[in-house]
């Protein structure tokens, strides 16, 4: 975007928002920040006019730092190797501003128009786009119906993580550590359950085709 | 037939009859001719220099019975995208405001910010200057304003000033907290020019905003809407205004006017920041694109 968009207002906003929470007042003090800064915050027409009305500023600025969340994903240090580090990283980002993010979801879960009452979509956007970004850092090769089913699985692992974070961060990152072993425990025992089903079918279509019944 | 009517429209308006022609669907190519730099007036193209005497033929024939035919084409829907407008800005909520109201002639913006932020927030310290090429559409509005409770305070107050080149001893940079601009910026000869100067005489942290016709995007929806405008608005102009040129004229200048993206380009190489390319975000459209709110902020 051209340098005189709001998105480089809203990137001045984001540091803000761990002092501020996802607030118009961090939108409006984002001008503060500015290589010339203003004197005073943004007034509350400006930040209408650029953000959006009421709470939309606020969708606003909660949207573009998830868009941040995930970049942090691909540009965290030492990070690209694996999906566990890239899910670890996405946890860790959310620590500064862990106060702030129930009403944030509440925020995005809220729908506009009061139908539905409760919004499930971008709850399940949000967890989908980290999961696939995780499997994307790690250079994930899958295929076909892996490709949905590993992204499912590591869409609920985030959430669940994610939601324990929310209420005991310190235990968030062993939890994470857990779930990630016992899916890995899953997806081992489904695939030798898998293998094993195809030995049995095999047999049995060798001993109904000896009998001469195809 | 023809004749008769042409003799009678020359009557009525000396210099604007020669609008009365038929619609030129194929905009010429400006910059394959040399010669004097030219703009668009409707679908003519004319030289730069005598777009604003044009304009101002047609708001001059027009002021009058401006607000009739303003509700009679939109059928009183601009009332409610005036409303929209304002109240999108919220005069008033945050404290008085010092506004001025572009091309505003007849009051109708002015009125309306003034109301709203008394009536919403109790604030009678926000003033509004209204700024009006056309003395006659200004006479208007300070008629119009004489009948509440504004006229002689200094809430209100009329200039008449074109809005490209704001006399900067009147109007000092880096004064104003809101410009507002209703269905005026298409008239204007120069439109970069005339966001220039808005950029100019706002504050840091100061708002732009800009009503305005734009791109009616569905193409079912834009079909009947061209249909409606090229037939009704000029056949209600004569009928009720009895000038159909100047209604011609505010048609075609509303399908010259530059589509939503291009327009909050414009407004970005003014020096403005907005917020994203999206409806709902550097502008919010109105009935499909009819009417368009662009909203940006000088920083």
């Keep these: 975007m051209a340098a005189n968009s709001s998105t480089r207002l809203l990137k001045l906003a984001l540091p803000l928002v761990s002092e501020h929470g996802f607030t118009r007042a961090a939108l409006a003090r984002s001008v503060l920040h500015l290589p010339t800064p203003h004197a005073e915050p943004l007034s509350d027409t400006a930040v209408s006019a650029l953000f959006g009305r009421g709470d939309l500023a606020r969708k606003t600025l909660i949207r573009a730092w998830l868009d941040d969340g995930v970049e942090s994903m691909k540009n965290a240090p030492g990070v690209g190797t694996s999906v566990k580090d890239a899910l670890h990283a996405r946890l860790a980002y959310n620590e500064p501003v862990l106060a702030h993010l129930p009403e944030a979801f509440a925020l995005l879960a809220a729908p506009e128009s009061g139908i539905p009452p409760i919004d499930p979509v971008p709850a399940l956007k949000h967890a989908a786009r980290i999961a696939d970004e995780a499997c994307y850092v790690s250079g994930d090769q899958s295929l076909r119906l892996s490709w949905y089913t590993k992204r499912a699985t590591l869409t609920g692992i985030y959430s669940a993580a994610e939601l324990h974070q929310l209420t005991s961060p310190q235990t968030a990152h062993s939890f994470l550590d857990s779930l990630l072993s016992t899916s890995t425990t899953i997806d081992s025992s489904v695939e030798e359950v898998k293998l094993f089903s195809s030995y049995i079918f095999r047999s049995w279509a060798g001993i109904i085709r000896s009998q001469g019944v195809l | ?299």
């Design chain 2, 1 to 299: 037939m023809q004749p008769a009517r042409c003799l009678r429209l020359a009557r009525a308006l000396p210099r604007v009859h020669r609008l009365a022609r038929c619609i030129n669907t194929q905009p010429s190519d400006n910059s394959s001719k040399p010669g004097p730099r030219t703009t668009s007036f409707g679908f003519r193209t004319v030289p730069e220099d005598e777009k604003e005497s044009l304009v101002k033929n047609v708001f001059d024939s027009v002021a009058s019975s401006y607000d009739l035919m303003n509700d009679a084409s939109s059928l009183g829907v601009h009332r409610l995208w005036k409303d929209t407008f304002v109240s999108t800005l919220r005069p008033g909520r945050k404290g008085p405001l010092r506004c001025i109201d572009v091309a505003g002639g007849t009051g109708d913006i002015a009125l309306r910010i003034l109301d709203h932020a008394r009536e919403k927030y109790a604030d009678r310290e926000t003033t509004v200057e209204v700024v009006d090429i056309n003395g006659q559409m200004l006479k208007e509005g300070f008629r119009r304003f004489k009948k509440t409770m504004y006229h002689n305070t200094p809430q209100i107050s009329f200039h008449e000033a074109n809005a490209q080149e704001l006399p900067p001893s009147q109007f000092t940079d880096n004064t104003y907290d809101l410009y507002t601009i209703a269905f005026g910026i298409r008239n204007c000869t120069s439109i970069p020019d005339a966001l220039k100067e808005a950029y100019r005489v706002l504050k840091p942290g100061g708002t732009f905003a800009c009503l305005e016709f734009s791109r009616v995007n569905n193409p079912l929806f834009s079909l009947a809407y061209d249909q409606y405008s090229f037939t009704m608005i000029p056949l209600m102009g004569t009928i009720l205004a009895g000038d159909r040129a100047s209604y011609q004229y505010l048609v075609e200048s509303i399908r010259k006017f530059p589509p939503q993206p291009e327009f909050a380009n414009m407004i970005r190489d003014a020096g403005f920041t907005t917020g994203k390319d999206v409806d709902g975000g550097a502008w919010t459209d109105l009935w499909g694109g009819i009417a368009c709110i662009h909203t940006a902020v000088k920083v």
